[in-house]
């Protein structure tokens, strides 16, 4: 159901003020020391993000996937990472409410509405990333239960989580997902973090490994019950499919921070006696900067648009990752260069957007991947009679 | 615990405003919003009525067109209701006439404290609230850093130049807050979703019970007689360091009266 637009804009507008007010001000006191965003985390807690795109009816707010992609991108104009934090627990509600059997919607949507109990998405293998058909971690039945070993990568909220969305391959040699329940912290009942993994950007954020070492889950925790046991892998690419207008609205929430940043400075350093701005390289660079913002973005809001109509979008949404995300770190890099040295230094937020913007590329899928998840829907919608 | 705050909904002062030549008054004919001055005043009734544990806070505002978009923020914050007062023949009220007209809505809600701002961002007359004490015959406190309730008596810390006065008033009365003494909250989605049904009790002024001829243009004994473009800011002075920078410095605000 379409949010109110009057309403929706409120909400936008709320987001926006919070992070032009706290949000910008603040990122660069801690963003390079790694520390988690804790107050910002707070507040997203209270304006009601984490339930914002969960069913009414199980205590969310049930906001459409355009007002939600709104908001992803004015939460990465400020600080990329916070979007994160959002974004695995989006997409394992996504996959329960849309998979989960009644009872395990019931039993943890309700529950994921205030951010006290988040969700992480777990797909991905030290050997099993673009290939997700490689995966190793095995999941045996025992009784009412199943016994999990075997090591995941990449795990984004891994450690803060009390939900993991586990891929796991199952006797039938198919994949299964398991709604993982643990503490959040370093361990719980076999389940480790092994490593917390340094990043070039979208720091702030945990990205773990994470080993499972005869790890039990109830029988209960398949995602979709019994229907549910190997088809774990279906639901989480589909998952990732929605997952996508959210990574191409990330891109261009840090581009058009990228692209601010390079207008005001263009105006205001002079070399040669005038404004760069006033160069025609430089006039040159922001002309092209602001024509792909404003087609990432209009890719983006089109397959939003499209998906809350119920629309299929499986070939836009990967055009809309594929284009913004490239887009994107080509504005941030062009941004860097027209900041001058200046743009090389962490006196300016643009070295930022210089070091967040590949996560976009590579994350849910790499632009190559996308290319050829697009040229096989190009195939199923145009084929030759 | 019902708090009334008195909210006044202003044009966006990012969006540089508009002077009407003819009534040399603010054209109000945009989009207006809750007067940042007004959110602080939200937020402490808010803090009251929580720590009250019952009771709410009702907002009171008078605006041309039955506008609603500021109330809706302090409504989203919190806020359980409101009232609204609009009437054409309300176009050019001066202090005097909208602290009557205020007054006459406030009476409607047995309010046991009332809150202001101390001036409002774009009027800034500073004389509202105390004209609502007076015409509703309450006594009032000024530039409040901190209100607290203690039975039937607000206990008021009030802004000095020094410090701060503390000072206790008998409810119901009237309280001025400055700016920048609580964090106001920012709404959430579910307050967002929740004011579109809170209550707006929309009053004319044959609902309040007032003469129009007593407010208004009609009633207007405050004219302005001109109005003049700000001067732009002059260029700072630069003070290069010869060794006595400081001293400069220090003489420059001893100047300004500022030490
Ligand atoms: C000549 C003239 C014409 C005007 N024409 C109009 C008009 O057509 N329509 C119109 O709506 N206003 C009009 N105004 C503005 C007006 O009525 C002001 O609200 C009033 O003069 C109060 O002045 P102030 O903002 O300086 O109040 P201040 O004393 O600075 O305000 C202090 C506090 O009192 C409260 N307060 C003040 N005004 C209001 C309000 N309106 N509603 C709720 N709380 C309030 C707020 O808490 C505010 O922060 C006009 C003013 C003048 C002088
Ligand atoms: C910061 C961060 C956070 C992450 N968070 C999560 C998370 O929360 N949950 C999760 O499950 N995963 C997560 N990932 C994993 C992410 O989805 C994978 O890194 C991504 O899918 C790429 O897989 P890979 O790293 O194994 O690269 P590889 O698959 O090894 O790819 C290496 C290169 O080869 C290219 N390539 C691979 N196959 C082909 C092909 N068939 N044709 C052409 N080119 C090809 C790729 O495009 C890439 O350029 C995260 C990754 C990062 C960096």
Redesign the interface.
Known sequence: MATEQA?AD??VD?VR??VDRDVIPNVADFELSDEFPQAMFD?MC????FG?TIPEEYGG?G?DITTYTRIIEELSRGFMSLAGLLNTHKIGAAMIGRFGTDEQRQRFLPRMCDGSFRAAFSLSEPDAGSDTGALRCRAERDGDEWVVNGTKMWVTNGMRSSLVMLLARTPDDRITCFLVEKEPGESFEGITVSKKIDKLGYRGIETVEMSYVDHRVPHANVLGGDDGIGHGRQYALSALELGRINVAARAVGVAQAAFDAAMAYSQQRETFGRPIFEHQAIQFKLADMATKLQAARLMTYDAARRADAGQRVDLEAGMAKLFASEAAFEIASDALRIHGGNGYTTEFPVERYFRDTPLMIIGEGTSEIQKLVIARKLLERFPVE | MNVVVCVKQIPDPADPGQMDPETRTLKRDVKLILDESDSYGVEMGLQLVDAAGEGEVVLVSMVPNNEVSGLRTALAMGAGSAVLVSDEALAGSDALSTAKVLAAAIRRCEADLIITATESSDGYTGTVPVQIAELLDLPSATFAKSIEIDGDVAKVQRQTEDGYDEIECSLPCVVSVTAGVVEPRYPSFKGIMAAKNKPVDELDLAALGIDPATVGWAGARQEIVDIAEAPAGEAGEIIHDEGDAHERILAFLDDLKIL
Do not use: K
Not at chain 1, 46 to 49: A, I, Q, S
């Open positions: 309403l409120e909400m709320a003020t919070w507040q209270d304006f009601g993000l914002s707010l906001l």
